[in-house]
């Protein structure tokens, strides 16, 4: 069994953890995610699970890759990790639906994973 952990690792992490959120966003509205608390907790899950695959890249990857958000991906993690009971949950649902969609496009457009 293969356990090595490098940067393209981490890729394969966060491109599952960005399509996970994407499929399961694809059909919820504003009404639906604020009313569905296990949901929240899900999504809130994998935005920090990318932040903290994203934190263990190399930085020579960040630096060659830097069209990506990375210190957004890891401003968003903070703010959910350190303030969740006052994470508004109206910027979140709008991260998940426009933000995470187009991260991962970007991501598919400009890594060679």
Partial sequence: M???KNDKY???RIFEDLS????HM???SAEDFSNN?????SMMFR?????ENARKLSDQYREEHSIIP???IFGLRNRIVHDYGNVALDIVYDTLKKDIP?????MKENLDE
């Fill in 102 to 106: 187009d991260l991962l496009n970007t």
């Fill in 2 to 4: 293969d356990n090595v």
């Fill in 20 to 23: 996970y959120i994407i499929r």
């Fill in 70 to 72: 990375w210190t957004a």
């Fill in 26 to 28: 694809q059909e919820t």
């Fill in 10 to 12: 981490y890729i394969g």
């Fill in 47 to 51: 935005l920090i699970q990318i932040s």
């Fill in 37 to 41: 608390e296990l949901l929240q907790d």
